[in-house]
């Protein structure tokens, strides 16, 4: 398994901005093709279009269906013949069309298993339409095309930390009422689970954030934290969820106290997204858990105002990638661990002494800081030390 080449799919998003850009600059380093076969989902023309716009010698064979794809090359999938405008910097309904007939037939393809894992260019949600209405967004729509009835849940990563957010997307007047206990635990368990099987870390340490802050007088929470959040933490601990807080988002962030954690659970997208950004202003990788599918993306927008002009740094798309295709292997390696499980460590007929000798006593405690800090950094470099450079010269 670790031989195989992945066949990751990559969309090339929104055709004014730079997602040809960020692939054309990933795969100019030659390791990359050592490291995975790419399907870009898209237009001929509008590849052709940006490749020489930017100057860039990138080549790529043109294939009309996902099963010609050959190892040791870039392969470009048309997903729709006919012409599209390419406006550099514009939203335009037909670059938001574009970046959708590559998402639709990417999700076509995966019924197929014509790929291994998905990573999609940026895009801009409010330029595409679905059947006359708003794009939800591109988790949102991959969670409804294939997430058979479950809700998907967006990790950010970078080299400091993961988090998720309770509420993402959500306006903050109604996010106490979304702060209940069974979502609490619904989406810590959700990201305990995707650290184990996905991320490879066997019994992840989940910080989860306070709503509301600490009154000064009696050190209590808001009716948020008393009704649901400290409920869920109980009952998760309960399930062996190594779920810890709440802690208050400022002292959590400002002291530092995240990087005793595998995983931060914010409760509203400022909340923990604003830290996030100022903690790594310019790495990012998306990771969208709870699907089917491996699926990430790089944290960025599509770019307009550096569209076309060779501005771009490639090292974000190229992590998310890598990231990628880290969760393609542990998540394969974790299920097949689990298809034939180590026996027992003892026979039933023994005495209660041998049992406990290899028990495991479950951990309640709500210490926030172990002696040694297990890393939050993405697997990303030292999986890929011996196959490819995880940043290039451009």
Not at 19 to 38: R, S
Not at 92 to 109: H, N, Q, V
């Amino acid at each position: 398994m670790e031989d195989k080449k992945i066949r990751v799919a990559i969309t090339h998003g929104d055709t004014n901005g730079i997602g040809y850009e960020l692939i054309f600059k990933t795969f100019d380093d030659p390791a990359m093709l050592e490291l995975c076969t790419p399907i870009i989902y898209g237009s001929p023309k509008a590849a052709v279009y940006h490749r020489k716009v930017l100057n860039l010698n990138t080549q790529f064979t043109i294939i009309n269906s996902a099963n010609e794809a050959k190892d040791g090359r870039i392969n470009l999938l048309t997903t729709y013949e006919e012409e599209t405008k390419i406006d550099l910097g514009q939203a335009t309904p037909e670059s938001g069309t574009a970046a959708l007939k590559a998402l639709d037939k990417a999700m076509s393809d995966f019924r197929e298993e014509a790929y291994d894992v998905l990573v999609t260019a940026p895009i801009n949600d409010s330029n595409i339409k679905v059947e006359g209405y708003p794009f939800p967004g591109d988790t949102q729509y991959l969670e409804t095309c294939i997430g058979e009835g479950k809700k998907a849940l967006v990790i950010l990563v970078n080299e400091q930390i993961r988090l998720a957010c309770l509420t993402e997307g959500m306006n903050i007047k109604d996010v106490p009422a979304a702060i209940t206990q069974e979502n609490v635990e619904e989406k810590t368990r959700l990201f305990f689970n995707t650290l184990r099987r996905d991320f490879r870390i066997s019994n992840p340490r989940i910080a989860i954030l306070a709503l509301n802050p600490q009154t000064s007088e009696n050190g209590k929470f808001g009716k948020e934290e008393e009704n649901a959040i400290i409920p869920a933490i109980k009952e998760l601990a309960d399930q062996g969820v190594e779920a810890f807080g709440p802690y208050p988002a400022e002292d959590f962030f400002g002291n530092g106290e995240f990087t005793a954690f595998d995983g931060v659970m914010a409760m509203y997208h400022d909340q923990g997204f604003a830290p996030f950004k100022a903690l790594s202003p310019d790495y990012g990788v998306i990771y969208n858990a709870g699907l089917p599918l491996i699926a990430t993306a790089s944290d960025q927008t599509t770019g307009y105002d550096k569209a076309g002009k060779d501005l771009e740094d490639p090292n974000n798309f190229r992590h998310a990638i890598y990231l990628a295709i880290d969760a393609f292997r542990n998540r394969t390696q974790y299920d097949e661990a689990g298809v034939h499980p180590l026996g027992k460590l003892y026979h039933e007929k023994r005495d209660e002494s041998e049992k406990s000798r290899f028990g495991i006593p479950k951990k309640h405690s709500n210490t926030p800081f172990p002696d040694k800090k297990p890393s939050t950094a993405s697997n990303t470099k030292e999986d890929h030390q011996n196959t490819a450079p995880t940043q290039t010269t451009e």
